[in-house]
């Protein structure tokens, strides 16, 4: 079973960079993409990027595209979130989560991590 760790949270002035990373415990079989949401306080958990494990296609959120990248390296089952020109807006928990081959559902969570982007 695919169990995803985060890691790289904290504290960031705006216009600041963070790079988060996301390790597949358990190795990545049975897992087709890795994506990352975020929780706001008071907000609904919303999807932010996603990339598959084969062919690495990428997928973004409007609110992060051309600030935020995702990628990959599969010999290491890790994702990357990287971060660029933060904003307030940005603050939030951060989960990586693995979309399962067999339902193509975002099955497996990670606990999250914590973004602080200070104004």
């Known amino acids: 079973q695919v169990r995803p760790v985060e890691s790289g949270g904290g504290l960031v002035q705006a216009g600041g960079s963070r790079r988060l990373s996301c390790t597949a415990s358990?190795?990545?079989?049975?897992?087709?993409?890795m994506g990352w949401f975020r929780q706001a306080p008071g907000k609904e958990r919303e999807f932010v990027a996603s990339?598959?494990?084969?062919?690495?296609?990428?997928y973004y959120a409007d609110s992060v595209r051309g600030r935020f990248t995702i990628s990959r390296d599969n010999a290491k089952n890790t994702v990357i979130l990287q971060m660029n020109s933060l904003k307030p807006d940005d603050t939030a928990v951060y989960y990586c989560?693995?979309?399962?081959?067999?339902?193509?559902?975002?099955?497996?969570w990670g606990q999250g991590t914590q973004v602080t982007v200070s104004s």
């Open positions: 358990g190795g990545t079989f049975g897992s087709y993409a």
């Open positions: 990339i598959r494990w084969s062919g690495g296609n990428t």
């Open positions: 989560a693995a979309q399962a081959i067999a339902t193509m559902r975002y099955e497996y």
